[in-house]
């Protein structure tokens, strides 16, 4: 009996630590401002049944304005085949808000640009710098996270979203 109370305690940590390692990450509670200071919570795109990317960029960083052209290239066609929708969210300071809206326009990006200037969201996902992109599957789970960027990432993207529309049909 002894020795059945010590494997015991010595596999709880683990079944504990496993546990909240296989345990679903969701979107955060956060309310943010979209570029027309309209308020929105983040964690809503997860309850919209797409499949959501979010981006985090900022209008300093090419690697990040490369990434949102190059889906923004296929966003049609993804809207289409895998009812995605795709959130670009700047880190731009307060001071540099001004700019984001003429500078979104300017790229011809037609869907939400969220403004992230205390990086809230940004400090919820562990995201260590931008680009940082996140896939969330159609109940709101986080199901891929992605920092940096190389020219191309946008296919593996694509693999995963071709994925997750496959799992839920």
Same mark, same amino acid.
Do not use: H, R
């Given at each position: 009996?002894?020795?059945?109370?010590?494997?015991? @305690?010595?596999? $709880?940590?683990? %079944?504990?630590?496993? #546990?909240?390692?296989?345990?679903?990450?969701? &979107?955060?509670?956060?309310?943010?401002?979209?570029?027309?200071?309209?308020?929105?919570?983040?964690?809503?795109?997860?309850? @919209?049944?797409? $499949?959501?990317? %979010?981006?985090?960029? #900022?209008?300093?960083?090419?690697?990040?304005? &490369?990434?949102i052209n190059n889906i923004n290239e296929q966003l049609d066609t993804w809207k289409e085949k895998y009812n995605v929708q795709l959130v670009a969210v700047t880190i731009d300071q307060a001071k540099n808000t001004p700019k984001v809206k003429p500078f979104a326009d300017g790229q011809g990006w037609d869907f939400d640009v969220i403004m992230d200037t205390n990086q809230d969201l940004m400090r919820a996902l562990n995201a260590p710098s931008v680009p940082y992109m996140v896939l969330v599957d159609q109940n709101g789970t986080i199901v891929y996270e992605h920092n940096g960027y190389n020219q191309g990432d946008e296919f593996t993207l694509e693999k995963k979203l071709e994925k997750l529309s496959a799992e839920k049909k």
């Open positions: 009996m002894k020795k059945i109370i010590i494997l015991l @305690s010595l596999a $709880i940590p683990f %079944i504990i630590a496993s #546990a909240f390692q296989n345990a679903k990450k969701q &979107l955060p509670d956060i309310k943010l401002k979209d570029v027309n200071g309209k308020e929105i919570n983040i964690k809503d795109y997860g309850k @919209s049944g797409k $499949i959501t990317i %979010i981006s985090l960029w #900022a209008t300093w960083c090419k690697p990040c304005i &490369l990434e």
